[in-house]
């Protein structure tokens, strides 16, 4: 396990949205965990130091959704 945090989601349109943006997050090199909660358009990763925010979002981005993360 590495660092845990949270991540607003935007491009969530239906609820199984969440199972593929799970799935996208799971699968990126580094991540151990995703987990969306689609109520509150969120996501919270597990994922590894060599893995940058930025790396994140563009798995999402691909594939038409986003993550917000803050400066
Ligand atoms: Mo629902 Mo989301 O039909 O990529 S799965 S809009």
Redesign the pocket.
Known sequence: TGTKKSFPVTG???A??AS?VESILSHTDGVNEATVNFASNSVLVDYDANVSEEKLQNALREVGYDIIIDA
């Open positions: 969530m349109t239906c199984a949205c593929s």
